[in-house]
């Protein structure tokens, strides 16, 4: 069956410009994380999505990040006014939570911004 | 408070000899934890996961992990090198029941000379 896919897989913008990254979960997933992979800096929680709410937002860095999610599918990051601090690669992953504590998160092969 | 402490940024082995990754975690209460493996330009793949039904967790590609409460470890062991072992590998730690709030490590890269 289809995995995570995420879309473009490779995004170049320049500094102040906005930028949209779409995911596409497993269907049937209603989990649905974003995490941003800096080099050296690991995987950083964004943002987490059940169905279409986001019950936790802790983790997205500024104003300037915002996800939504319609349809309990499709699921889109929008970075605004972006820095050269924005580049990394931005993975999203879903899940299904009926796994309770022990659910795999299946991640999208990514897509990496780079902020010129 | 959770967190996870990776304590290779990384590690070089020749192939055939054994591979040890080590990782401790910081939870209040019985974690859930996981090993991720990336590959170049891969996304993440689950290595294996520590569901309390055993210490001792075999996950794919001849990988294990003991969960060692004591010392609050969750080390990563392979017997036996292998030349597309290399990649880099995450420890993750989870807290919650259908959601989780994720704490990677910062990962460990593996080096496997031929």
């Known amino acids: 069956g289809a995995g995570v896919s995420q879309s473009p897989s490779n995004k170049v913008t320049e500094k102040g410009k906005d930028v949209e990254l779409r995911c596409d979960p497993i269907?049937?997933?209603?989990?649905l994380y974003w995490y941003r992979q800096s080099l050296g800096q690991g995987l950083e929680f964004l943002i987490y999505?059940?169905?279409?709410?986001?019950?936790?937002k802790s983790g997205l860095p500024s104003d300037r990040f915002s996800a939504e999610r319609t349809g309990g599918s499709v699921s889109t990051l929008t970075i605004q006014r972006t820095q050269q601090e924005d580049s990394a690669v931005y993975l999203c992953?879903?899940?299904?939570?009926?796994?309770?504590?022990?659910?795999?998160?299946?991640f999208g092969p990514g897509t990496r911004l780079t902020v010129l | 408070a959770q967190s996870v402490t990776q304590l290779d940024s990384h590690v070089s082995v020749s192939e055939g000899t054994p591979v040890l990754l080590r990782c401790n975690y910081s939870?209040?209460?019985?974690?859930?934890l996981f090993w991720y493996v990336q590959h170049p330009n891969k996304g993440l793949q689950l290595l294996l996961k520590?569901?309390?039904?055993?210490?001792l967790v075999k996950g794919i590609n001849g990988f294990e992990a003991e969960f060692k409460k004591s010392e609050t470890s969750f080390h990563l062991t392979k017997p036996s090198a292998h030349m597309s072992d290399a990649a880099e590998y995450f420890c993750v730690v989870t807290k919650g029941w259908g959601y989780q709030k994720v704490t990677f490590g910062i990962g460990t890269k593996l080096q496997v000379i031929p």
């Open positions: 992953a879903s899940s299904d939570p009926r796994g309770g504590a022990y659910n795999e998160q299946f």
């Open positions: 999505f059940q169905g279409n709410s986001a019950p936790d």
């Open positions: 520590y569901t309390s039904a055993a210490t």
């Open positions: 939870s209040s209460y019985s974690p859930s």
């Open positions: 269907s049937g997933h209603t989990a």
